[in-house]
């Protein structure tokens, strides 16, 4: 049985380019870029090429970007880092949104358990944070505001740039989490009111376990690991230069390739709901998140009388690789965060199931997908 992958925002494939990017870095020898010697030399070489390639794609100076570990790193380095800087400074307060990645959500709450004033913004119904809000929330004394681009359950867009404006009039640093929308959405961030992102390598078709950190040049930031110098002392620790070397490979081909893989990720989208509508009619489903304000590749659907885990358990069991929510809340019964805070009944939370495409899907996987889930559906339904 071929499997089929909807997964794609818990974790993509790597793309044979980015596999070959790692090889040749991986079995290029075993140098340190922090070493003198040639081939310390070659392996720094790597890792600045790479950043050469982050510095094109998001339109900002190559100092100001520092690879770590993960996405997850990147979060907690954009939240500590900045901060204990602006504490410095006399700032405490802290403002992010009730549909955050638990990178960021958990790391504001060890901020407020640290003395930090911790606001968090409710969303709508859609999953959108108000504007207003926002702004009622964000004041001289706010250190760090933390918005997500796209969110990880839903795929809604956050106003990120027009609350970053915001943010700026109180010179609060802006962080966004950009992780499930970099790839689907486009990042200037010479235009962007943006002070620190997130990006991760292992939701754009590049290697787990490598994260990039833009800091803009002047922001408040410190530390968050201590050790040697690497990353002009940002982020301690030896790089992952062969994990580098494809994640630039794999931003490369994304950035390249971002209408086409837009448009690939819609057309399965509306394979996939035009196959459910046929099979089920549209009271057989409801979507969760913003119809439009959303990034193109994810799709969350409560299905009435269906509890999440008996549907993914069956799915699975006919081969198909779906989600309940965040990946790391995939295995634990708790009720999604983001679809709590967006006020939906609770019947529809735990009926929810996310579908998430992306590089190697075909309009036949959606058809088959979307007619598997109706029967699944039909057999389950108020058993
Ligand atoms: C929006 C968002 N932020 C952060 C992360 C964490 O990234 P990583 O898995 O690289 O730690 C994820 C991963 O699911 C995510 O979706």
Redesign the pocket.
Same mark, same amino acid.
């Given at each position: 049985m071929k499997l089929i992958y909807f997964d794609h #925002?818990? *974790?993509t494939a790597m793309h044979p380019e980015a596999i070959r990017a790692y090889a040749e870095a991986a079995g290029a020898g075993p140098g340190n870029p922090s070493s003198l010697h040639a081939l310390g030399r070659a392996a720094r070489e790597r890792v600045t090429a790479g950043r050469d390639v982050f510095a094109e794609v998001l339109n900002v100076s190559a100092s100001d970007l520092v690879f770590t570990g &993960? $996405? *997850? %790193? &990147?979060?907690n380095t954009a939240l500590f880092g900045a901060a204990y800087a602006q504490r410095k400074k006399g700032k405490n307060g802290i403002v992010t949104t009730a549909v %955050?990645?638990h #990178? /960021?959500l958990n790391a504001c709450r060890k901020l407020e358990m640290d003395g930090f004033q911790l606001t968090v913004l409710p969303v709508d119904s859609n999953g959108i944070v108000s504007l207003e809000a926002a702004k009622a929330a964000i004041g001289d004394n706010t250190a760090v505001v933390s918005v997500?681009a $796209?969110?990880?359950e839903t795929g809604t867009l956050q106003p990120y740039a027009e609350i970053g404006e915001w943010a700026r009039t109180y010179k609060a640093v802006m962080h966004v989490?950009? /992780? =499930?929308a970099f790839g689907y959405v486009d990042f200037d961030l010479q235009r962007l009111p943006v002070d620190l992102l *997130?990006l &991760?390598?292992?939701?754009i078709n590049g290697p =787990? $376990? /490598?994260?990039l950190l833009y800091v803009r040049k002047g922001t408040p930031f410190q530390p968050l690991l201590h050790g040697g110098s690497q990353e002009k002392s940002r982020r301690a620790g030896t790089e992952n230069v062969a994990g580098i070397a494809a994640f630039a490979k794999a931003a490369e081909i994304v950035s390249i390739g971002r209408e086409a893989r837009i448009a690939h990720a819609e057309n399965i989208r509306e394979a996939f709901l035009s196959g459910l509508e046929q099979a089920l009619g549209s009271s057989g489903f409801v979507i969760n998140g913003h119809p439009d304000r959303r990034l193109p590749h994810i799709v969350n659907v409560s299905f009435p009388g269906v509890s999440s885990e008996s549907m993914l358990m069956n799915l699975d069991l006919a081969g198909i690789a779906a989600s309940g929510g &965040?990946?790391?809340n995939s295995g634990s019964l708790k009720p999604s965060h983001v679809l709590t805070a967006m006020n939906l009944a609770p019947e529809r939370v735990s009926s929810a199931v996310r579908f998430s495409f992306g590089l190697g899907n075909t309009n036949e996987e959606a058809d088959k997908t979307a007619k598997m889930t109706a029967t699944i559906s039909a057999r389950l339904r108020n058993r």
């Open positions: #925002a818990a *974790t &993960s $996405g *997850t %790193e &990147s979060d %955050e990645h #990178a /960021v997500m $796209g969110n990880n989490d950009a /992780v =499930q *997130t &991760s390598a292992h939701k =787990q $376990g /490598v994260g &965040s990946a790391c």
